[in-house]
């Protein structure tokens, strides 16, 4: 089972970007799905975009075309780009990968704020 570490987390003013990285331990070709999650105080963790070993992607609505998910299997990485943040997307955005197990990162903090 791999192990993951985000990285790119950092403080930005809003409609500013960001581009998260996830790199894994080890391979991820076989895994079958790897997500990004988000979770910001007093609120649930909830799920930002997810990238499939078939090379689709899904994205959670408040995206809106803002977020793109990159997954790369040579380097064993997921990366996520975010433009025009807003403060809503303040959050600790975790990685995950799933299918077989299930294992996250410990997080990266993203603050939007002026």
């Known amino acids: 089972q791999v192990q993951l570490v985000e990285s790119g987390g950092d403080l930005v003013q809003p409609g500013g970007s960001l581009t998260l990285s996830c790199e894994a331990s080890g391979s991820i070709s076989s895994i079958d799905e790897m997500g990004w999650y988000r979770q910001a105080p007093a609120k649930k963790r909830e799920l930002v975009a997810l990238?499939?070993?078939?090379?689709?992607?899904t994205y959670a609505a408040f995206t809106k075309g803002r977020f793109i998910v990159f997954r790369n299997n040579a380097q064993n990485a997921m990366y996520l780009r975010m433009n025009n943040l807003k403060p809503e997307d303040t959050a600790v955005y975790y990685c995950n990968a799933r299918g077989p197990g299930d294992t996250w990162g410990q997080g990266t903090q993203v603050t939007v704020s002026s």
């Open positions: 990238a499939y070993r078939n090379g689709r992607d």
